[in-house]
């Protein structure tokens, strides 16, 4: 109980470091995901939901919108690609600077075999793409605003429950890509009018 009036007093006070407060839960909730026998059934939906983020399914996405997305279309996948692009140099130029090593490093995962696609962690690149295609065809199509949201959700925790990201890592990714889409549509919007 003291320790954790301490850690609030360090960081209301600042003399605390608060990427240490946060390094501190990101490895207490690594440890306990890592050690976590998931159901055949959350193994399966996370180990898919990271697959799809590795590009198919908004490639898939993509090519449904270019077909049936009617007169917004060209728009949507505009302002998906600006969002999408610009994460990717993001995350590339934030990873490379933050050096951050992956939860990998700190802990076998108890059952997640899957490989890291680079050595860093921090951001998400997986989050950013996700939320950024997502959010950005949601402003087109909020009918979809639902699948499309839980398939960016699905794919940002894929990455924690697998091993692969600590938890700050996917909510900075998918707040950064949020924030890419809302631009890009802005951008795309002005663009074209």
Known sequence: MEQAGTMRSKLVTGSGSMLDYISTRDHRWMRRVNNWRAPRWVRVWMTFATRGGDGWLWYAMCLTILFFG??????ALLSAGVAAGSGTLLFLALKRKARRQRPCVYAEHCWA???P??????????????F???????????????????????IAISRVILGMHFVSDIVVGATLGTMLAYSSVLLVERALA
């Open 70 to 75: 009617g007169p917004d279309r060209y728009a």
């Open 117 to 130: 696609p680079d050595q860093f962690s921090f951001p998400s690149g997986h989050s950013i793409n996700a």
């Open 132 to 154: 950024a295609f997502a959010v950005a065809f949601s402003l087109y199509y909020p009918s979809w605003v639902i699948g499309l949201l839980f398939c960016a959700f699905s």
């Open 113 to 115: 075999k899957l490989l």
